[in-house]
């Protein structure tokens, strides 16, 4: 097991389906999106007082294999980056209480110390230098497609979307077009960022030499090419980590989650599994909406986004589930703007109350947060919740209110994505 901020961090990931999906795709770790978060095993090592204790065999494993302590207060203060234009190793300290400009500081800025480069090293030319980087491994023999377009509009691995004569895969072919213009764009080398390649990118889009070139069988771009190129771009926006998304903004979002439910203090509700059945019921439909409005965001409420989170922490459940009730691999978008999810959560208001004769936003669980301080229940309801998903709607109707949560064992991760074989990605990296 990993360390406290670790397994954090791997929640936050996994709480984004898709891009989780896609990373493990890409690396080769499909083994390791099947296991899931071991809820048992974390909440083993959980105390009464909620502190986290690693045994020491875990300590050591993660030590040796990553040279890294467990306590972030052992860590390094400094780390070191590739610079984006000479590619110089630079040891950039993690903060800078001076004028803010450490890697983790939010005006990060350092300049290349190598005398004949000078570049700025900051967010935007480290993004540039990753997508660089992707389209290397594009243009190389391997031919490994880029980030975001690697699952199909419906986020599934899907062999037939891979066509060079389908629109999904414009953004490799058109990258692999214009890749000389796209490695010099910017004004100036030292300072050139993703912001240069995107305007590159739309002036060659407003040329269309490309689509006249005769390369691709289509002349015009239909809504899944559009949706392939914003999706690939969006994987290197403020974003130079390897992975397909920032994992920062990431955490820092599913806090605010984590801090809501706190406040609630739903763990210590009396009424707890009647709590859970009404959400995994809300759940459903939740998911049943989702399917019957393609066009429309669904938002869900704080219980049902509890079991949402809660079957995402197994991949290949959720995926089967997903992929089962819709048809696709849904995905969990919590970077929403405020007024557009306003709007949206309006909209699945009314909707809800019409197709249910019920008030969406009354919420069970928050009716039933009652304080009980009491040690007597185990940890992981996520399991719970988990086994009263899979269960028929009879079953769940007939569970007597005094049943007792009980920790149950790691869930039995299903096979991964039917044709998710490593042969459907050519040159994946690994």
Known sequence: MPPLDVLMVWHAFI??????????????KIDFWRTGLPWSVIDSLISEGFDYNLPIIAINNFQAN???????LDCPDSITVNCPVCSNLIRIPMTNSRDSTGYADSKF?????????????????????????????????????????VLD?????????????????????????????????????????????????DRSLKNRKFLKSG??????????????????????????????????????RQGTFVEKM??????????????????????ERFMDMIKSHPGRCVVPTLNVDLVWHTLMGNPSSYWKYSIGVTGKFIGHDDKIEEAMLGEAFAWTCQKYQK???EPYSESKMTRHMLVLRSN?????????????????????????????????????PGQGPEGAAESLLPGADR
């Open 215 to 252: 390369i691709v069988p289509y002349r015009h771009l239909d809504r899944e090419g559009k949706v392939s190129f914003r999706r690939m771009m969006s994987r290197f926006w403020s974003n130079p980590s390897p992975f397909s998304i920032h994992l920062v903004g990431a955490v820092v």
């Open 15 to 28: 709480l984004n389906p898709r891009c989780f999906l896609e990373d493990c795709y890409r690396a080769g």
């Open 355 to 357: 197709l249910y004769n």
């Open 66 to 72: 990553t040279s890294l302590s467990v306590e972030n």
């Open 109 to 149: 800025s350092q300049i290349c110390p190598n005398s004949a480069c000078q570049a700025v090293v900051n967010i935007d030319t480290l993004s540039r230098a990753k997508f660089l980087q992707a389209l290397n491994r594009l243009t190389s023999p391997a031919g490994t497609p880029l980030p975001g377009t």
């Open 262 to 283: 706190a406040e609630i203090d739903w763990l210590h509700s009396p009424a707890i599994v009647d709590t859970i059945e009404a959400a995994v019921g809300k759940f």
């Open 153 to 201: 509009i419906d986020g599934k691995p899907n062999a037939e979307v891979m066509l060079p004569s389908k629109t999904w895969m414009f953004p490799n072919q058109f990258c692999i077009y214009i890749q000389n213009s796209l490695r010099t764009c910017g004004p100036n080398f030292r300072t050139a960022d993703l912001n240069d390649i995107k305007v590159e990118m």
């Open 376 to 412: 007597t229940l185990s940890l992981p309801i996520h399991d719970e919740a988990l086994l009263l998903l899979k269960a028929s709607p009879n079953a769940r109707r007939s569970r007597p209110k005094s049943a007792h949560i009980r920790p149950l064992g790691c869930p039995n």
